[in-house]
């Protein structure tokens, strides 16, 4: 059974820092690409960042470039998102999601989401 | 950047009803695209890939179809676990992803 389960979430201040972690387990991890999604409070949900099975690409949607960095260990099954600079707009629940397995263009597995908030 | 624009944002319905909800995107994207359910609490669900492949799991009263910039998910009768916020996404232009702001499904 394929499961994502993240953690890190918290309280931080303005200005701060923060690293989230995603550990799957019930497939092959080195063999997809992962994501990182969020859903602020009563909104919808925004791709943040992805990255290649070997972690040799990694993108961002252009409001969290140069703050956030996305990585992985393969050896552990783990994917991380290093949150720093954080902002008040950065709050919200935080998925790791796994690329589709009969089709790129999509997300079929996420985890349960880890709460960042960003409040002083 | 490709915008996509889901309607309407709220849709009111009975159970056993019929269901449409749309996704317009800005400019074509093939068929690179997918539909997600999300309940209160929880994660969002893959509901359709690739604009009409059903996902694996998901009953057959839940379709989609189009292609280019129009796309159409259709729930054929409504069963009470329907209600729920819709979301679409694409990846045309693949690794990045966007998702459409959401359709909430209230039961009327």
């Known amino acids: 059974e394929v499961q994502l389960v993240e953690s890190g979430g918290g309280l931080v201040q303005p200005g701060g820092s923060l690293r989230l972690s995603c550990a799957a387990s019930?497939?092959?991890?080195?063999?997809?690409?992962m994501s990182w999604v969020r859903q602020a409070p009563g909104k919808g949900l925004e791709w943040v960042a992805n990255?290649?099975?070997?972690?040799?690409?990694?993108y961002y949607v252009d409001s969290v470039k140069g703050r956030f960095t996305i990585s992985r260990d393969n050896a552990k099954n783990s994917l991380y998102l290093q949150m720093n600079s954080l902002r008040a707009e950065d709050t919200a629940v935080y998925y790791c999601?796994?690329?589709?397995?009969?089709?790129?263009?999509?997300?079929?597995?996420w985890g349960q989401g880890t709460l960042v908030t960003v409040s002083s | 950047e490709i915008v996509l624009t889901q309607s309407p944002a709220t849709l009111s319905l009975s159970p056993g009803e019929r269901a449409t909800l749309s996704c317009r995107a800005s400019?074509?994207?093939?068929?690179?695209l997918a539909w997600y359910q999300q309940k209160p609490g929880q994660a969002p669900r893959l509901l359709i890939y690739?604009?009409?492949n059903r996902a694996t799991g998901i009953p057959a009263r839940f379709s989609g179809s189009g292609s280019g910039t129009d796309f159409t998910l259709t729930i054929s009768s409504l069963e009470p676990e329907d209600f729920a916020v819709y979301y679409c996404?694409?990846?045309?232009?693949?690794?990045?992803?966007?998702f459409g702001q959401g359709t909430r499904l209230e039961i009327k």
């Open positions: 999601a796994r690329d589709g397995e009969y089709s790129s263009s999509c997300l079929d597995y």
């Open positions: 019930g497939f092959t991890f080195s063999s997809y690409w």
């Open positions: 990255i290649k099975q070997d972690g040799s690409e990694k």
């Open positions: 400019q074509s994207v093939s068929s690179y």
């Open positions: 690739d604009a009409s």
């Open positions: 996404q694409q990846r045309s232009n693949w690794p990045l992803i966007t």
